[in-house]
């Protein structure tokens, strides 16, 4: 069973989370871990099922309004995704199709029948250099009284809680060495792997990508409308006030806007990074990642 537990560093920076297995999960995380865990496990999965695999702040919400729009043909704004980390399981198998989960789980975590092949599973990955900064200025306008009686923490804090991987949804080179495995391992073929950087440079050929994939044909001129509608600077605008019924945002914070799109840019970490900090992280990266498949683009300093 998951544990509440308390990560604090010297400067007062603190994390309250749920452990289990030796991993951390977020508060919001259904029940005991365990139980919720294993009723993904078993979940009937529906052939147009769709499943956004991200790490926090890799574009999770970004890809999600995506794909939905190319599930469902309409290019509107659906608020935030349903995600199977902290949705009950009567929940989810009540939503109707297509249903486009979100998870910031890793793919040993998926239902069985996705590890099989049924459904279409999207991961989308960002430098860590720029995951540490969104999730950072993330949490500075987060002025619920919930939030901050959960996370508080210091750029200084936060960095080094990272570089441990004391941190909600496990430690970023681990979650990057288990997709490593999951390219070398998975024989099936529903899995698209997405980069953040690369959508930011060119996102109408990842649209048209994206709907191949998914199986959805839809002429230029639709997917030339999802393209403008999934822009940064329209997602960031419109998106951030649409709300569902069931937002997971409905309640944080205080603006009542969904807080997650900000600049959407690459090398952000530039603004946050001192030049010690960046050294010591870039000797840790290469040593992590030394045989990864992973090629991730950082903006140089």
Known sequence: MAQLVEVRNDDGSFLKLKKYDDRYYIHRFVGNVKDHL??????????????????????????????SMLRTGETIYRGSPTFLDFTDMETIDNLPSPRVFASHMTFDFMPKQVKEGKGKVVAIFRN??????????????????????????????????????????GFWFEYIQNWDNVRREHQGN???????????Q???????????????????????????????????????????????????????????????????WKNYFTVAQNEHFDKVYNEKMKNSSFDFRFESW
Not at 134 to 163: C, N
Request: glycine share 6%; hydrophobic share 40%.
């Open 38 to 67: 294993a009723a993904i496990d078993v979940m009937n999965v529906r052939e147009d099922d769709t499943f956004i695999l991200s790490y926090p702040k890799s574009g999770t919400h970004w890809t999600f309004t995506l794909a």
């Open 128 to 169: 860590l250099k720029d995951v540490m900064s969104s999730l950072y200025a993330f949490g500075k306008i987060m002025d619920h009284p919930d939030f901050l009686s959960r996370y508080q923490f210091t750029w200084k804090g936060l960095l080094e809680l990272h570089m441990k991987g004391q941190i909600f949804c």
């Open 190 to 200: 529903n899995i698209m792997y997405l980069m953040y950087e690369d959508m930011i």
């Open 202 to 268: 060119d996102l109408r050929s990842h649209v048209q990508k994206l709907a191949l994939f998914l199986g959805v044909s839809f002429g230029p001129g639709f997917l030339d409308k999802v393209t403008e509608k999934c822009t940064f600077r329209n997602m960031a605008t419109e998106a951030t006030k649409t709300f569902t019924q069931s937002d997971l945002w409905n309640e944080l914070p205080k603006s009542k806007t969904i807080p997650i799109y900000r600049k959407g840019e690459v090398g952000d």
